[in-house]
């Protein structure tokens, strides 16, 4: 009697639902780490040059012209690269959803924000990565008052004002681009590799 509730019981309960598919998660996160590898050379290049021509006063000629073009061109590649990468990973996470919809799972994929925990919020506040962009950005508009100051004045080349304002892009660039090497781009991969192969994020999630 034991034996037959128990057999009716497990005929009954709902099969367990299986992780997305592990060959199209384990390609994404290999090109994701190739795809950080790529953005990381493209920012490494972007401050190479911006520092070259920062000791430069500006004014990277002859053969720090031709180093800042190769650099800028390598980074150049180097994004595309990692975007046109970044483009197959979604691809394959797409594939590998559409493939749970087909087999007719149920999934939860409510994602709506009242749903989402006051201490994961400030998890993601508090975070390295997240942090890091923050900073990236304060630079990036340090580099965009130095561009406005040059437009909207148009000073005489070579003046004070072109050196100083150009040193300010240079430096705006710089360190933006040394924190999303240095700080964005490795947090979010450490927060890859930490990654269950289920999806789910570890428990200590601040990196």
Known sequence: MTVAVAGGAAKDSPPPVPALERPDCAAAKALTYLCFASMWVGGAGVAAAAF?????AGGAYGMGFSVCSALLKLSADAVLFGALLALVVLLLLLRA???????????????????????SMGSMLGDTAVIGWLASLLFLLLSLVGCLVLIALSPAKGSLTVRISTAV?????????????????????????????????????IV
């Open 97 to 119: 959803a559409l493939r749970l919809v087909v087999t007719d799972l149920r999934v939860d994929m409510g994602m709506g924000i009242n749903k989402i925990p006051r201490e």
């Open 169 to 205: 892009i240079d430096v705006g660039i710089l360190g933006s681009m040394v924190l999303s090497c240095f700080v964005t781009i490795p947090s979010m991969a450490l927060k890859l590799w930490r990654m269950s192969p289920e999806g789910d994020a570890p428990a200590d999630n």
């Open 52 to 56: 070259i021509d920062l000791i430069s």
